[in-house]
């Protein structure tokens, strides 16, 4: 048996192990969570939020449920608080329809979603969510769409851009394209980059319509009319990606009073950005509108989408 060196035993040569075995061992540990996780949001959708069943909110959230969302840039609350006043407010007494799904990445899972309720009431949304020791702690929902203005944002729920999570790496695969977005594109407002990143056809789903598609060059010419004299500042953002979506969360400020914050997805084909999903901005921009004329139809939830309520 040949002898080995004390460098090829500290790296695993003796036991076997190898770069790319370990490698495999990390990424079924990372697929281990990312399923537990995502077992985990299947709780909180299809027997929680589908069921009106808010007395399980306990069990699966907090022991605190910190909340970045419309009516507070950092709001944390006690599971047990939460249950009452997801009860309370609740804008229907049963869901008639919800479709749903899920984007899971290591300790963050986001979602891309439309509920309808017996009242009529619809939300349409992208949110994200940091899971804990099996547990949901965290949230970010800045705002959504459908046709409760009770749930679009407000101004005095601006963040102060330290909600937006600190970002693990650099950005690779399909969150790279969003990495040029925003680095490239966005931060310096170079929209003659917009035909290299997006389309040929640039699907959007946002507060002027649930399907508005617009080529890659009718979008640059769209920015360019309307941000002649926008500053990007104080930027920050934080992306998960699984299989073709990415979902981003971030702030940035305008200069004149201006500011943005958001949770976005994003399907990638080919190398480019083809779809968005953008029901709602929160921040401080009096331009921002939303309209119930926004609505979601079902079909704009991407497939392979979970529906706990079909149609």
């Known amino acids: 048996m040949a002898r080995r060196s004390a460098a090829q035993f500290r790296n695993g040569a003796a036991s076997g192990i190898t770069a790319e075995s370990t490698a495999v061992a990390r990424g079924e540990a990372m697929g281990a969570k990312e399923g537990a996780n995502t077992a985990l949001m299947r709780r909180w959708y299809d027997e929680m939020w589908a069921e009106m069943n808010f007395a399980l909110i306990p069990e699966l959230a907090g022991p605190i449920y910190v909340r970045h969302h419309s009516r507070g840039a950092t709001d944390p609350i006690r599971a047990e608080d939460y249950a009452r006043i997801a009860a309370a407010g609740a804008p229907g007494t049963a869901v008639t ?21 017996d009242t009529g009431v619809q939300w349409d949304w992208v949110q994200l969510f940091r899971i804990e020791d099996g547990r949901i702690v965290e949230t970010w929902l800045p705002g959504m769409g459908g046709n409760s203005p009770r749930v679009y944002p407000n101004a005095d729920a601006a963040w102060t851009g330290a ?16 990495a040029r977005w925003y ?45 002649a004299d ?47 999903w953008l029901p709602a901005l929160g921040g401080t921009d009096p331009m921002i509108r939303h309209s119930p004329d926004t609505r979601w139809p079902r079909e704009v939830i991407p497939a392979p989408f979970h529906a706990p309520r079909p149609a």
């Open 97 to 117: 329809d919800f479709a749903y799904r899920l984007v899971a990445d290591g300790d963050h899972v986001g979602s891309i979603g439309r509920m309808e309720f």
């Open 163 to 178: 909600e937006v999570p600190e970002s693990t790496g650099a950005a690779t695969g399909t969150k790279a394209v969003l």
């Open 183 to 227: 680095d490239e594109m966005w931060a310096k407002c170079a929209f003659d980059l917009v035909p290299a990143i997006a389309g040929p056809v640039y699907l959007r789903h946002d507060m002027s319509g649930a399907a508005n598609p617009l080529t890659s060059e009718q979008y640059r010419d769209a920015l360019t009319r309307v941000g």
């Open 230 to 276: 926008w500053e990007i500042s104080d930027f920050r953002y934080f992306l998960i990606g699984q299989d073709d979506l990415v979902i981003a969360t971030a702030s940035w400020t305008m200069g004149k009073g201006r500011q943005w914050d958001w949770v976005q997805a994003f399907r990638i084909a080919d190398g480019r950005m083809v779809e968005t």
